[in-house]
């Protein structure tokens, strides 16, 4: 069964500053994919980044980049020089290829708060 | 326009009563998806679909039934609700592509009492 883990319900940054947003996830998928995205206040849901189990480097994205750690499975993302436009809810996702026949599932968020 | 919508996009129904909650995307994605959004817990998958007539069950189907007669459309619908369905309903849609993103609709507040 796929599961996706984010242990920290809330976190603060300062602006400017760089955040680690933790993902670990279990899966007995060969293959699989990792997402985040981000929910501001305004509920709509925005697609953030991309990293396929099998892509040799971390994918990166503007401010944002995976920190993709396959042997400890684990997908953080990392922010960097945080804005007050990030406050907003951060959700880890999966994708399972070949089992899990393309369910994607995700995991509680992480709500972010930028300080200025 | 072109995207994913949702209708209704708010809904406050009674115990027992069916309601269905629409969901069509104009970009002929092969998979669409329901989730239920709720406080601590994320969003969780209700249900899913890799094309049309083929539909499989997520991580908390109970209570929910869904169909998908035409690629475009995908409707959830609970056959009687329930106050624990009360809750923020989301559906995406994603194309059959090993990078596809997963686009999604504004969502549809319920409420059931």
């Known amino acids: 069964a796929q599961k996706i883990t984010q242990t920290q319900p809330g976190m603060f940054v300062q602006e400017k500053e760089a955040v680690t947003l933790d993902c670990t996830y279990d899966?007995?998928?060969?293959?699989?994919?990792l997402f985040w995205y981000k929910q501001p206040s305004s509920g709509e849901m925005i697609f953030l980044i991309y990293?396929?189990?099998?892509?040799?480097q971390n994918a990166t994205e503007g401010r944002y980049s995976l920190n993709f750690q396959k042997a400890r499975k684990s997908a953080n993302l990392v922010i960097s020089a945080s804005q007050l436009g990030d406050s907003a809810m951060y959700f880890c996702?999966?994708?399972?290829?070949?089992?899990?026949?393309?369910?994607?599932?995700f995991g509680p968020g992480t709500s972010l708060s930028v300080i200025p | 326009d072109a995207g994913i919508t949702q209708s209704p996009r708010y809904k406050i129904t009674e115990t027992g009563r069916q309601v269905t909650l629409m969901c069509h995307q104009t970009?002929?994605?092969?998979?669409m998806f329901w989730y239920r959004q709720d406080l601590g817990h994320g969003l969780r998958l209700i249900y899913y679909?890799?094309?049309?007539?083929?539909?499989d069950k997520g991580e908390v189907p109970d209570g929910y039934v869904v169909s998908r007669s035409k690629t475009e459309n995908f409707p959830l619908t609970l056959e009687s609700a329930t106050r624990s369905q009360t809750s923020v309903y989301f559906c995406?849609?994603?194309?059959?592509?090993?990078?596809?993103?997963?686009?999604f609709g504004e969502g549809s507040r319920l409420t059931v009492l």
């Open positions: 990293q396929g189990s099998y892509d040799e």
């Open positions: 899966t007995s998928d060969q293959s699989y994919g």
């Open positions: 995406a849609s994603r194309q059959r592509v090993n990078t596809g993103e997963l686009f």
């Open positions: 996702a999966m994708r399972g290829i070949k089992t899990s026949y393309d369910k994607v599932i």
């Open positions: 970009w002929s994605h092969s998979y």
């Open positions: 679909s890799a094309a049309a007539d083929i539909t």
